[in-house]
């Protein structure tokens, strides 16, 4: 399997309902990442995840809650989000861990949620 | 602060003409740069990166420090190179960041 797979393709959810993404990858890569992606607009980095654990977050607001339960999954749980929040939301994953000193991986990312909150 | 400027929002070519996606970047170290596009409904998928230095689907592009550029070039455009495409910037210290452009709609017109 050489393909991020990202699920569900579409969510539409009120401003206080709780729900997940889910992202998951079979290519033995060892980062992950969660982007946010307006129409029109190029993604921007939400969280990234190396070896299980949150490396970086990009100062995204606590209703945004990234969860890596192992090195193949990465979630994302989503509660009492608002209108402005909805936007396709991509998750890629790379080969390394990323580190200083080394060239930047390619990241591979998967068709993104749709999601929408009313 | 790093920066990618794509100035053209939109561009439209006809098919077989040359086409030229501009990209310029700010950042004083070692940048890493490449190009990613997104056809319509369909992911965004890695086209090029300045260290691989290949040609991928006749698309090329050379990182010019002295200019800070690295422009994406095809000398013959075909209709299914529609797509938006991103410049984007890495950098040694950047933990696998990447800083995209605002992009660019490149249409080909039959």
């Known amino acids: 399997d050489t393909e991020v797979t990202q699920t569900p393709k579409h969510l539409v959810m009120g401003m206080t309902n709780k729900k997940s993404l889910k992202c998951e990858q079979h290519?033995?890569?060892?980062?992950m990442y969660w982007y946010k992606q307006k129409a029109k607009k190029p993604p921007e980095l939400m969280f990234v995840?190396?070896?299980?654990?949150?490396?970086i977050n990009e100062s995204v607001p606590s209703r945004f809650s990234p969860e890596c339960p192992n090195s193949s999954l990465l979630n994302l749980h989503l509660h009492a989000l608002q209108p402005e929040d909805s936007a396709l939301y991509l998750c890629?994953?790379?080969?390394?861990?990323?580190?200083?000193?080394?060239?930047?991986?390619?990241?591979?990312f998967g068709p993104g949620t749709r999601l929408t909150v009313l | 602060a790093q920066r990618v400027t794509q100035p053209e929002k939109l561009l439209s070519v006809f098919k077989g003409a040359p086409v030229e996606l501009k990209c310029n970047y700010s950042y004083s170290g070692s940048p890493e740069l490449f190009w990613y596009v997104q056809y319509s409904r369909q992911r965004l998928q890695l086209l090029l990166r300045?260290?691989s230095r290949e040609s991928i689907k006749g698309f090329t592009a050379d990182l010019n420090k002295g200019e800070t550029s690295f422009h994406l070039k095809k000398p013959f455009a075909q209709e299914e190179d529609s797509a938006m495409y991103y410049c984007a910037l890495g950098w040694e210290t950047s933990g696998s960041r990447l800083t995209f452009g605002e992009g660019t709609q490149l249409t080909v017109n039959p």
């Open positions: 300045h260290i």
């Open positions: 995840y190396s070896y299980e654990k949150l490396s």
């Open positions: 290519m033995g890569h060892r980062a």
């Open positions: 890629a994953s790379s080969l390394r861990i990323p580190s200083r000193g080394r060239p930047t991986d390619t990241q591979y």
